[in-house]
């Protein structure tokens, strides 16, 4: 079947779109979930240090064009903030250990 | 209706009598931990912090102390206490008694339901009378605090968490939970160093007691090269374990600080202080 | 002896010198890692043979292949102790990433060979 050139173009818009191999909205995407998960470690008192300054770098480097490394950066940070999160919930009931009397 | 009134009442006691066992009892427990790791170590003595557990370093200290860097920062806050607002009015308006204001701090406010720490109430003071608020760090609050510490040299801290209020145990409740959390990357909390490992070595650092944690302040520290308050502290050690530290006067710290100082009762405030 | 006898010889005697060869390199990549303030951190509280100013609040590292006849179990110390001790003071390296994969590598490495 011979696909009609004025279909081509849609097509290619369409497909990026859904987001099929395209870096640019994966790493944009993984920024707002680090955004996201940074302001739900935060919101319990969790968050990291480094958190929000990793972030940073990952809308820099999705500035620059470098969604390679923006995305990397996004992960480790939506990481961090995960972990923080956890951190945060477990230690909700810290009190007196049994070694502190 | 009396049946209602007489469990209404025993309800009120019972809340109130954990309360107080509560709060009594996690003092007895929390002192007695260090005087048991320490038994040469008099209980006033743990005002003076590591210098209180480590020989050595208490010798550079007391020579120190023979021209403390704090101390002409003194006379700096004296000045800064008698110097009139703007509009006329002066500190001794906020406060009556003078500034030997430490024993009164850090209080439970019922009515606006949060602890009101010594800090806060001075830019409370300033901002009623149209002044700019101090930063909270360190600098002209630092240095106004020094004055107030040194008149306050030797009041018994006595924190309180007054009886029927469960807002003032929640606060209470909130800085013990929050000193014996772990937080940020390195999975830190207060109790890891300042109790768990008290007086072992951090590379060179001797770990200080937390037990007179709350009575020097504000603190000349060496690394500092200045004075800074106890929020800073706070801000600097959650830093330091990678958490994201709270804003100085927060909520957060100062339900902490409410927490610590209770535990520091029946010791006695003695800053302005220098440490390393 | 056969030219092919003199060549596996040659073979079986040199992969273990360049192995270790390669060791040692992972094992000094490790202690650069391991006495890096800002990675490892190690001698804030360990006393380590090579490292000044150590701290006292978890054992000396020291025979360590005695202590630790398994490698892997000093790995998975390493990368979070509070599984073998949860009031343990030691940070989670691996858990929290605050070494990389080849970070811990390097330094379980390093510690190891103490």
């Known amino acids: 079947m011979k696909v009609p050139f004025v279909l081509i173009l849609p097509g290619l818009i369409l497909a990026t779109e859904i987001g099929y191999a395209d870096p640019n909205s994966e790493a944009n995407l993984a920024v707002n979930q680090a955004v996201a998960m940074q302001q739900k470690a935060d919101s319990v008192g969790g968050e990291w240090r480094d958190t929000g300054a990793i972030i940073q770098q990952a809308q820099a480097a999705l500035q620059k064009g470098d969604f390679n490394q923006a995305l990397a950066l996004a992960q480790q940070a939506k990481r961090q903030a995960e972990l923080g999160y956890q951190q945060a919930i477990q230690n909700q009931k810290a009190d007196f250990p049994a070694y502190l009397r | ?177 929050l000193w014996f959390s772990r937080r940020g990357q390195l999975n830190f909390s207060c109790a890891n160093c300042h109790a768990q490992n008290v007086g072992r070595l951090l590379r060179s650092d001797i770990l200080s007691p937390a037990l007179g944690h709350a009575a020097s302040w504000p603190v000349y520290r060496s690394t500092w090269g200045e004075l800074g308050t106890l929020h800073r502290r706070f801000h600097g050690c959650n830093e330091q374990v990678r958490a994201k530290p709270f804003e100085l006067q927060s909520a957060e710290y100062r339900n902490l600080e409410y927490f610590l100082t209770a535990m520091n009762n029946g010791l006695k405030f003695n800053g302005p202080s220098s440490r390393k | 002896m056969h030219k092919t006898q003199l060549l596996l010889f040659i073979a079986m005697i040199g992969t273990p010198i360049l192995a270790s060869a390669d060791n040692a390199a992972l094992i000094n990549a490790g202690k650069q890692t391991a006495f890096d303030r800002t990675k490892g951190n190690c001698l804030a509280c360990h006393q380590i043979e090579g490292g000044e100013s150590p701290g006292n609040i978890g054992p000396p590292l020291m025979a360590m292949k005695i202590r630790y006849p398994e490698r892997q179990k000093l790995y998975e110390r390493i990368w979070d102790a509070t599984v073998f001790n949860p009031e343990t003071s030691m940070p989670p390296f691996g858990r929290h990433q605050i070494l990389t994969e080849s970070e811990l590598e390097q330094v379980v490495e390093f510690i190891w060979s103490k």
């Open chain 2, 1 to 177: 209706m009396l049946k209602k009134l007489t469990l209404g009442i025993g309800l009120a006691l019972s809340v109130t009598n954990i309360a107080l066992a509560d709060l009594k009892e996690d003092i007895r427990r929390f002192q007695h931990y260090f005087f048991t790791k320490f038994p040469q170590v008099p209980k006033m003595e743990y005002v003076n912090g590591v210098y209180a557990i480590d020989p050595v370093g208490r010798e550079n200290w007391q020579a120190m102390e023979e021209f403390p860097p704090y101390d002409p920062f003194i006379d700096q806050g004296k000045q800064m206490w008698e110097t009139p607002f703007a509009n006329g009015k002066k500190y001794t308006d906020c406060f009556p008694e003078g500034p030997a204001q430490r024993k009164n701090y850090p209080h439970w406010d019922k009515k606006r339901a949060m602890v009101i720490t010594m800090e806060l109430a001075i830019n409370e003071c300033r901002t009623a009378n149209g002044e700019k608020p101090f930063n909270y760090e360190k600098g002209p609050l630092a240095i106004l605090t020094a004055y107030m510490a040194n008149a306050s040299r030797g009041q018994i801290i006595d924190v309180k968490v007054p009886k029927n209020d469960a807002k003032a145990l929640e606060a209470y409740q909130q800085g013990k939970q």
